[in-house]
């Protein structure tokens, strides 16, 4: 079993920075990845950026150049950096882990809401 605790939420100004954090226990292959997913009221989950164990990134379009994602594979570590944060971005941000053929593993969540 795995287990994700996300942390680093908060009440921002429009144009402010946050930084997540979500920890990995139990479990973890050495290969794997991680990754963010935000939900906003009324909206499907949609993904915020993936890193692999090997350092590969992906970002959805909304946020490139303004969220950067990183590792600490030593301490199975995932953090965001949030950047310029948008009304828009007001969501429940939940941490991800996919690693073999199970299904992936979610964090509980961690509220980032963003003041116009």
């Known amino acids: 079993q795995v287990q994700l605790v996300e942390s680093g939420g908060g009440l921002v100004q429009s144009g402010g920075s946050l930084r997540l954090s979500c920890a990995a226990s139990?479990?973890?292959?050495?290969?794997?990845?991680m990754g963010w997913y935000r939900q906003a009221p009324g909206k499907q989950r949609e993904l915020v950026a993936t890193i692999t164990s090997g350092g590969t990134t992906n970002y959805a379009d909304a946020v490139k150049g303004r969220f950067t994602i990183s590792r600490d594979n030593a301490k199975n570590t995932v953090y965001l950096q949030m950047e310029s944060l948008r009304p828009e971005d007001t969501a429940v941000y939940y941490c991800?882990?996919?690693?073999?053929?199970?299904?992936?593993?979610w964090g509980q969540g961690t509220q980032v809401t963003v003041s116009s």
């Open positions: 991800y882990l996919k690693q073999g053929f199970v299904p992936g593993y």
């Open positions: 139990g479990s973890i292959f050495s290969i794997n990845t």
